[in-house]
């Protein structure tokens, strides 16, 4: 029959150490189960270590990430101010154009002196306001959004004046062009002696008929033509004496006689107020003065309805 001994509880291992030569070797003993109490307590401290070593890592990332979106929100503050400056200098600037544009605007339509013909929109101008009148409000701070919004707008509504006042110089200058050709000044300083119609002739019996406006002065005033225009006749023209005719286009023609002298030829353009000749008596005249006419289309009317 064979007994079975038993297993021993504790199983014991021998740790030699071995040193250099002429020192005594030394030994001990342990048990199992010291050495699985000093195992776990390794793994255990690796544990720990590791843990502690992967918490310090994720201390150290969000930090970084800390510092790092510190420094973009001090770039993102700096940049943000740096472009609200620009936009007040914008907004300055375009404001001082827009004034400008304003008072350029209300100019020209003084000198055209019909401002709803053009169509365009009279807002905008800027009216100057009583010393006395309050002013006042919050105190705002808009934002680089609003600033830039405000900017657009500023632009666009510099864009539609400056196409209103272009708008505005073409008419104007059409109408400075109309008014050139358009005689609408007297021919020369002095008495209206004979006017446009029947009266009483002045040379022989009875009532004529008087095409033009008579403008007595002394014997040399200067005669201007009354608008621009071509000359068309300059030269002796029976009872006229010496006379002037100048086309001025569309239909209308003025007429000026018993000149003592004539100081353009045909074929010359004259501008309005030019002196064209001097006053004298030619032709059939009483004394030195100018024959005015208009004539339309060929026909003589009354000068006064263009004077």
């Known amino acids: 029959m064979i007994e079975k001994k038993p297993k021993p509880d504790k199983q014991e291992y021998t740790i030699m150490i071995v040193p250099h030569q002429g020192k ?72 001082e154009e827009l004034n400008r544009l304003n008072k350029l605007e209300a100019e020209l339509r003084g000198i055209v002196k019909n401002e709803q013909a053009t169509g365009t929109s009279r807002s905008g101008i800027e009216r100057p306001s009583p010393a006395n009148q309050g002013q006042g409000g919050p105190v705002a701070k808009p934002t680089v959004q609003e600033l830039t919004a405000l900017v657009q707008q500023m632009k666009a509504t510099a864009k539609a004046k400056e196409e209103n006042l272009s708008e505005l110089k073409a008419e104007l200058v059409a109408i400075q062009a109309q008014q050139a050709i358009t005689p609408s000044i007297w021919p020369a300083q002095g008495d209206v002696t004979s006017r446009f119609g029947w009266r009483q002739s002045p040379i022989g019996w009875g009532r004529d008929w008087h095409p033009g406006l008579d403008i007595a002065n002394s014997y040399g005033t200067p005669i201007v033509a009354t608008a621009d225009g071509e000359v068309v006749e300059s030269g002796w023209n029976g009872g006229y004496g010496k006379m002037i005719r100048i086309d001025h286009g569309n239909g209308i023609a003025t007429v000026y006689g018993h000149n003592s002298s004539n100081l353009v030829d045909v074929g010359a353009y004259v501008k309005k107020g030019d002196v064209i000749a001097y006053m004298g008596s030619t032709g059939y005249s009483t004394g030195p003065h100018v024959h005015y006419e208009v004539r339309v289309n060929g026909n003589a009317v009354n000068p006064a309805s263009f004077l």
């Open 24 to 95: 005594l070797i030394r030994s001990f003993s342990m048990n199992d189960k010291v050495i699985k109490c000093g195992i776990a307590i390794l793994c255990a401290g690796a544990l720990l270590l590791g843990g502690s070593y992967v918490n310090f890592n994720m201390k150290l990332k969000v930090a970084q990430a800390e510092k790092v979106e510190l420094e973009q929100y001090r770039l993102n503050n700096g940049s943000q101010q740096a472009q609200l400056e620009q936009l007040v200098q914008d907004t300055a600037v375009l404001q």
